[in-house]
């Protein structure tokens, strides 16, 4: 490959794998994927103009909702081709580089991150769990006009009232699904609630979560999954996967130790040396 | 037990992972565009964009 006018846009990087990918595949602007092998590590590139991927054009891009889309969705195709083939390392959207050179420096630069990440990572998938609870119904819900004043504003602390006793409810539901679904899996990640004008889904986003789970146990997680769904009235339990593990390629950030300041519990008793 | 399979990935699963998740790299060897600011910067000014247009569904829970 040579740069000709274009750039390199990088998807994943992975470990050097033997089965060829989907011969149509195409990847981002319409190109189709190639592999650039340095050293234990291969990168998945294609080619993009520069007329739309250098940073001033890519900028305006970023904000055009359509081409975000065309673009995330070429992306995800590629890792998706991937995924059937190796476990890769997904890089983040837009990841574009001059030229081969420019990868192959990259990828020197971070190969034991790389190599570490892939082994951590190896034959796991991440699963999407989300929870939505029902909009209140009681929009509708008063038969008649109030009477009075007096009667309306009763009306409507009992309607604040039970909007509270639904939120806590949910949001005590979302907590024991959380804890219930961690325990079945390697690592967990939280992201932030999705805004239902982007989702265009109904109700009120509460959990949107990331697990990361064992192929091998991924049935497993499902069904456990599956069988949350009846549980709680006014809620919904939305699975989305096999996902690369697009949340986890940073490691989880450990726990602080004890502050050095504090000279808190002795270490146990035995931490022995 | 029924296991929906949905092939048609929602666009907002798809930017949480791709604009959130991956692999950051940044470096002088970069064009500077692979940066995890850019791509958050535009990502919150789309989001607000939206927002602005539309009242939150439900107030606020507290």
């Not at chain 1, 490691?251 to 000279?263: I, L, R």
């Amino acid at each position: 490959m040579t740069a000709q006018g274009g750039l390199r846009y990088v998807y994943a990087v992975c470990r050097p794998f033997a089965a060829a990918l989907q011969a149509q595949l195409t990847g981002v602007a319409g190109a189709p994927p190639g592999l650039l092998r340095h050293r234990g590590l291969v990168a998945v590139v294609s080619t993009v103009p520069e007329g739309d991927f250098a940073a001033e054009p890519l900028r305006g891009h970023l904000e055009d909702l359509d081409w975000l889309a065309a673009t995330a969705r070429a992306h995800q195709g590629v890792i998706d081709a991937l995924t059937t083939v190796t476990t890769p390392l997904p890089l983040r959207l837009a990841t574009v580089f001059r030229d081969d050179s420019g990868v192959r420096t990259m990828m020197e630069a971070r190969e034991a991150d790389f190599l570490r990440a892939l082994d951590r990572l190896d034959g796991r998938v991440e699963w999407g769990v989300k929870l939505y609870v029902d909009p209140p119904e009681q929009a509708s819900a008063p038969a008649g006009r109030p009477a009075s004043g007096r009667d309306y504003l009763r009306q409507r602390r009992m309607r604040t009232h039970a909007q509270e006793e639904q939120w806590r409810a949910a949001e005590e539901f979302a907590r024991i699904l959380h804890q219930r679904l961690s325990e079945r899996a390697e690592d967990s990640r939280l992201h932030p609630p999705q805004n239902a004008m982007l989702s265009g889904v109904s109700g009120q986003n509460l959990l949107n979560a990331a697990y990361l789970v064992p192929r091998a146990d991924s049935e497993e997680f499902v069904e456990l999954v599956d069988r949350t769904k009846d549980e709680a009235p006014h809620m919904r339990v939305e699975l989305t996967g096999p996902w690369a593990a697009y949340s986890f390629t940073e490691p989880a950030v450990e726990p602080m130790p004890a502050p050095a300041t504090e000279p808190a519990q002795p270490a146990e008793a035995g931490e022995q040396r | 037990m029924t296991v929906v399979e949905r092939r048609e990935v929602a666009l907002v699963d798809l930017l949480d992972r791709l604009l959130a998740g991956g692999v950051v790299i940044t470096g002088d060897i970069t064009l500077r565009i692979a940066d995890v600011d850019l791509v958050r910067i535009d990502l919150n000014a789309l989001i607000s964009s939206v927002n602005a247009q539309v009242p939150a569904p439900w107030g606020e829970p507290t």
